[in-house]
């Protein structure tokens, strides 16, 4: 198998031993806080409240990114990509293969739609292939809604 | 601070509600039976009961979990350690290869018999079609499901 | 099928305890297989490594027997799926004539012990006197002196025919000849009249009889035999039985641990993203949300990657999700699958007749096919693949006060020590590497970059560190089997013989035979290869270039079949006229499939024939071409590994081979666009389930017990081309390029 690489390595090894300069270190390393140590306040975002929200969004969609993309003409993942979801009909992001359920569903995505939608997809579309990602807290919702449509203007 | 009841047991975990099953069971209870796959439901390593029922703990928060029992496969033996009779059929047809996906898989198939105690072919493969094995033992998992459901191995008199 | 499994399961890591015995260690004791021939006795070295109480005595490197008359195989190679602890005991406990429910198993520590033992001798001290019978032929230089090397490196099919032929089943011998010579002279008669069996030493016409324990200190002591005699196959008692694997309990319980389960107290999580495409570096990044985020130590830019450390993975995993990152420009930004092809058929054309570099040639292959009755001429393709083993890569470092201690599941321990000494620039002495069992090998985990990476997140952070890759980093940062392309002109003689072939093909790895066919009797032939940068890292993937050369010969002879009027099996017989050993296992494979025989409209049977890692493997695919897509029903499998150790097992390797390998040619693809890998999860690199596994039905044929071929990779070749044969025999259709899936059927 592809080990002559390390081959000419271990025949060294066997005989005196093997070296090497060490791997290289971090070039940038922010350390937030030591183990153990309690956990700093979350550091306030800086701006208007709006922004915040949108932050607060963005690591929120973090659950989200295994499945969605959200920058324009990023690929489609195990979700369609969710740029400019805002005022289209559902299951029309182009190459994505969609439930019969949602492309029969008549939803256009508004903020109240695209949040009962969040709060439970199966039980709102029956038969979704969105099974995972439910997001429970109200909050949270809102804020990654606000981060999808932060996503459009930039 | 989540209540939880894993196995029969409770306990309260100080984690992010969000915080997927998964992870609760692996890191915060040390029950690392249950396997991490793919993160997004489509590999089943991670099955495990909620109520009995099989969830992808890699795609369900923990806070999802309140007030119900998760049984992991540390919880599906008897309290004086006999294996439940799935795992019984898993060893006698030595099902498992390398067994990463092995948890997944006997979680899947034990919520199958206790819903539909003598599945046909098809239904055994509508069941177990969320769970991959790369090692590709299908065909063992089929014949110990069968053998736990004390179905004939269609295999053998085909052979 | 199988008998109950009484054994014990394998008991994992316990020489890391450290338990130091007393008076068992015996200075000068006699060892065998290579351990003697080493500078110095190591067995005082390997004693407190390997022994676990103080009743415990190590005979030789590879097997200990304690108080309880337990005995105990010692396996240098990892457990990954294959069974080989259980096969490699069997081959032990049989020539000791051990009990096999008092047989326990222990992988052998990454120690060089193991790895410069038994083969790596025929390399480091070629002169040494052994049996021939241990002296099978391996081609291939650069292939052998790997494994020669990496004897603890677990990959090639090697473990049973090379470590269990020559080293496990020696040391059982020769440790049950210096059971016999201490109880011989303890009871003062001739060895001869001495028997053993189940563990017990007889001397009948005494009526003494005693467990091996009684004597293994004094066993300790005695002489190395030289030469050890070797039972032959009738008086197997272990070997070729489906004995239960041992690894197995563990495995349905939930207790088995594998490298992603490692528990160092106080360790902490971290996620990581590489550079998307081979080469960038990380130039920037902005971590302002991830910094924010509950449970967040640690941001690191590594240069080629990003890490978060975090007291939970999941948390590290969210954060990593918020960064943004800018990574430099490469070469390769720009490429894409469809210009890589381009590239591969450029290179091709330019060799052109006469370029490129010779493998094989006998014969003049030019004159032969401008004077064939019958010409023809064929390229296949076949992509990238991932290995997606089940368990996504990982590790757990731990570098701290000059010493490291790693924790993960690789094919090689004795690679990734190394590969963690370098990483945190310590000597291979000061690291302690913890092997665990694999979920999935594959190849794969024959890498280190995996133990690199948490090896230098651990050195920057100070305290113990998982580090484990989401299913999208597993699938985008693999080390490929190589997209490829290969050309073919065949020709025929007036009666349908073949009796040209030239190939020329992009790449080679390894085995360096693959791409060769030196069982087909074609008097004349020329293989060559051109090397063409394939912009994606290789890595060896279950059975390596036979993968797809397995693919590419098989589908060109079946062309030739058909070409010259004759049916696949009957044209493989004609080339196989000569080899009766070949012949064998092809005609049974035809037989049980029932060669020939009708079968509904719309399906259609498939052949192909592979010999590889010195198993030789013919299969028929029945295919069901009714739907919209190929439904592959049946596999009838015919294969000669020279002896079964343990026949369940290698039916389960070949059922296994067969599900990795349908994978492949049903689905797998990894394809290039920007230079990055498209492919992500097992939503757009789709895995064979349940539904889909066709039945397997195996005939085992034992050709030549002194020459074993391996069990885990053989099953793979033939798969790809018996189902597109099928496939062609169903529809006219001819499968040049694969996946399958990038085909219309309807």
Redesign the interface.
């Known amino acids: 198998m592809a080990l002559a690489r390390n081959i000419a390595c271990l025949v060294i090894l066997a005989l005196t031993a093997c070296s090497s300069d060490p791997a290289p270190g971090p070039t940038e390393q922010i350390i937030v806080r030591e183990p153990g140590a309690a956990p700093v306040q979350p550091v306030a975002v800086i701006g208007d409240p709006a922004s915040a929200l949108v932050a607060e969004g963005k690591a929120v969609f973090a659950n989200c990114s295994a499945c969605h993309a959200v920058e324009q003409d990023a690929p489609n993942g195990a979700g369609p990509n969710l740029f400019g979801i805002f005022g289209k009909p559902a299951a029309e992001v182009s190459g994505f293969s969609y439930s019969d359920a949602l492309q029969a569903s008549g939803i256009i995505w508004t903020t109240a739609e695209l949040d009962g939608y969040i709060a439970n997809p199966t039980a709102k579309v029956p038969g979704t292939t969105m099974v995972s990602g439910a997001i429970e807290d109200a909050a949270k919702r809102a804020a990654v809604i606000a981060y999808l449509e932060s996503s459009m203007a930039n | 601070m989540v209540k939880l009841s894993v196995n029969g047991q409770s306990s309260e975990v100080d984690v992010d509600p969000a915080t997927p099953i998964l992870w609760v069971v692996r890191e915060n209870l040390k029950l690392a039976g249950t396997k991490f796959g793919c993160g997004i439901a489509q590999c089943g390593a991670c099955t495990v009961h909620l109520d009995g029922k099989p969830v992808r703990s890699c795609s369900t928060p923990v806070s999802a979990a309140e007030g119900k029992n998760i049984t992991t496969i540390e919880g599906i033996a008897a309290e004086d350690g006999t294996l439940h009779k799935v795992q019984q059929a898993w060893i006698a047809a030595q099902v498992p290869q390398c067994g990463y996906c092995q948890s997944g898989q006997i979680m899947t198939a034990v919520a199958l018999l206790q819903k539909n105690p003598q599945p046909s072919d098809a239904q055994i493969d509508a069941a177990m079609a969320g769970n991959i094995c790369r090692c590709g033992m299908y065909n063992r998992i089929r014949q110990a499901i069968k053998a736990a459901a004390g179905l004939p191995d269609v295999r053998e008199t085909l052979a | 099928?199988?008998e109950?499994?009484t054994a014990s399961p394998a008991k994992k890591g316990k020489w890391t305890r450290r338990a130091f015995i007393g008076a068992g260690v015996v200075a000068g004791s006699a060892l065998v297989v290579g351990v003697a021939v080493r500078p110095g006795n190591p067995i005082d070295r390997l004693n407190p490594l390997l022994a676990s109480g103080e009743n415990e005595q190590l005979l030789n490197a590879w097997v200990k027997v304690d108080a309880d008359n337990i005995v105990t195989a010692v396996i240098p190679h990892v457990e990954?799926?294959?069974?080989v602890y259980t096969a490699l005991a069997q081959m032990l406990a049989d020539e000791m004539d051990a009990d096999w429910n008092k047989v326990r198993i222990l992988e052998a520590p990454a120690d060089?012990q193991y790895?410069?033992d038994s083969i790596?001798r025929d390399f480091?001290f070629p002169n040494l006197d052994v049996p021939a019978i241990f002296e099978p032929t391996v081609a291939g230089g650069?292939?052998e002196?790997?494994?020669a090397?990496?004897l603890q490196?677990t990959?090639?099919s090697y473990s049973v025919r090379a470590t269990g032929q020559r080293a496990m089943r020696t040391a059982g011998a020769a440790a049950r000849e210096m059971l016999v010579a201490a109880a011989a002279s303890e009871w003062q008669v001739p060895a001869s009249e001495i028997s053993t069996a189940d563990s017990m030493i007889v001397h009948a016409s005494s009526g003494r009889s005693e467990p091996f324990a009684k004597f293994a200190l004094a066993a300790a002591e005695q002489r190395l035999p030289a030469k050890p005699t070797l039972k032959s196959p009738e008086n197997y008692k272990i070997m070729g039985q489906p004995k239960?694997?041992h690894?197995?309990?563990e495995?349905?319980?939930?207790?088995?641990?594998?490298g992603?389960?490692a528990?160092v107290p106080?360790m902490?999580?971290a996620a990581v993203k590489a550079a998307p495409v081979v080469g960038a570096m990380?130039e920037s990044?902005d971590?302002s949300?991830a910094?924010?985020?509950?449970?967040?130590?640690?941001?690191?830019?590594?240069?080629d990657f990003v890490a978060v450390v975090a007291?939970?993975?999941?948390?590290a995993?969210?954060?990593?999700?918020?960064i943004d990152t800018r990574y430099s420009k490469t070469d390769g930004d720009e490429l894409d699958q469809d210009a890589l092809f381009a590239r591969y058929a450029a290179y091709l054309d330019e060799a052109g007749d006469e370029g490129g570099d010779m493998e094989t040639e006998s014969g003049d292959p030019a004159k032969s096919f401008a004077e064939a009755v019958t010409r023809v001429e064929a390229e296949y393709k076949v992509p990238f693949l991932a290995h997606?083993?089940?368990?996504?890569m990982n590790c757990t470092a731990w570098v701290r006060d000059g010493k490291c201690d790693v924790w993960s599941s690789h094919q090689?321990p004795?690679?990734a020590r190394?590969a963690a000494?370098?990483?945190?620039?310590l000597?291979?002495e000061d690291v302690t590497y913890h092997n665990a069992?694999?979920?999935?090998?594959?190849?794969r985990r024959?890498e280190s970059d995996n133990i690199?990476m948490a090896?230098?997140i651990a050195?920057?952070t100070g305290?113990p560190v998982k580090m484990?890759w989401?299913?999208?980093e597993d699938t985008t940062q693999d080390?490929y089997r190589p997209s490829a392309t290969s050309r073919f002109r065949g020709g025929l003689d007036q009666q349908g013989q073949a009796v040209s072939w030239s190939n020329i093909h992009t790449h080679l790895?390894?085995p360096k035979d693959a791409p060769t066919l030196p069982y087909y009797n074609i008097p004349n032939h020329r293989i060559r290869k051109v090397d063409v940068p394939t912009q994606l890292r290789?890595?060896?993937w279950r059975s390596?270039d036979h993968s797809q050369h397995g693919f590419f010969i098989e589908s060109f002879v079946d062309e030739m079949a058909h070409a010259a009027g004759k049916d696949g099996y009957a044209f493989r017989r004609e080339l196989l006229a000569g080899s009766p050993r070949h012949l064998k296992v092809l005609d049974t494979a035809a037989k049980i499939s029932g060669w020939g025989t009708p079968l509904p409209e719309k399906h259609g049977r498939g052949i192909a024939f592979v010999p590889s890692f010195g198993s030789i493997v013919a299969q028929v695919a029945e295919v069901d071409m009714s739907g919209s897509r190929p439904k592959v029903k049946k596999v009838y499998v015919a294969a000669d590994p020279g002896f079964v150790i343990n026949p369940?097992?290698f039916i389960?390797q070949m059922?296994?081979?067969?599900?990795?390998g349908?994978?492949a040619a049903l689905y797998g693809e990894i394809s290039i666009k920007d230079g990055r890998v498209?492919q992500?999860?097992?939503?757009?690199y789709p895995?064979?389930?349940?539904?889909e596994?066709p039945?397997?039905?195996v005939a085992l044929i034992n050709g030549d017990h002194q020459r074993l071929g391996g069990g885990g990779e053989p099953g793979l070749p033939p798969i790809a081309p018996a189902v597109t044969n099928a496939i062609f025999a169903a529809t006219g259709t001819r499968i040049r390029e694969l996946p399958l899936s990038k085909h219309s059927f309807a």
């Open positions: 099928m199988s109950t499994a990954m799926g294959q069974g060089m790895v410069s790596g480091l650069i292939l002196l790997a494994q090397m990496g490196f990959g090639g239960a694997r690894d197995i309990p495995k349905v319980d939930g207790s088995a641990v594998f992603i389960d528990d106080g902490k999580y990380v990044i971590a949300t910094k924010t985020m509950p449970g967040v130590l640690q941001i690191l830019n590594m240069g007291d939970g993975y999941w948390q995993q969210q954060a990593l999700n918020t997606a083993t089940m368990e996504p090689a004795v690679n190394q000494a370098d990483a945190a620039g000597a291979f069992y694999l979920g999935g090998g594959f190849g024959s690199i090896t230098r050195k920057a305290y484990i989401s299913r999208e080390h790895f390894d290789f890595g060896p390596v369940d097992g389960a059922e296994s081979a067969i599900a990795y349908l994978t498209q992500s999860n097992f939503h757009d895995m064979l389930r349940i539904n596994m039945e397997v039905e």
